[in-house]
């Protein structure tokens, strides 16, 4: 079984700067993920360089494929 987590978040850069996202998808390894571990694989899928701090909101958890989120389960670069 796949689980996702669907999710808003927030990510302010260290460099100034901030970027906001709704109903954001990311791989997780399972439906125990904390919200520190969902932020970590955003800032990881996305390669996001300078992220300073990462706020994450509305999380939901999902069974879905996973789709190869960078840096999730799935990824064979792990």
Do not use: C, Y
């Given at each position: 079984?796949s ?12 460099n100034?700067?901030g970027?906001?996202a709704?109903g954001?998808?990311?791989d997780i390894?399972?439906p125990d ?5 969902i ?17 994450v ?18 990824d064979?670069?792990?």
């Open positions: 079984m689980w996702r987590a669907v999710f808003d978040a927030e990510v302010t850069f260290s100034d700067g970027l906001q709704q954001f998808r990311v390894p399972g993920v904390t919200d520190a571990e932020g970590r694989l955003f800032v990881t899928s996305l390669d996001l360089l300078m992220a300073d701090t990462v706020t909101r509305n999380v939901r958890l999902i069974e879905e494929e996973h789709k190869g989120t960078r840096g999730g389960p799935s064979l670069r792990r």
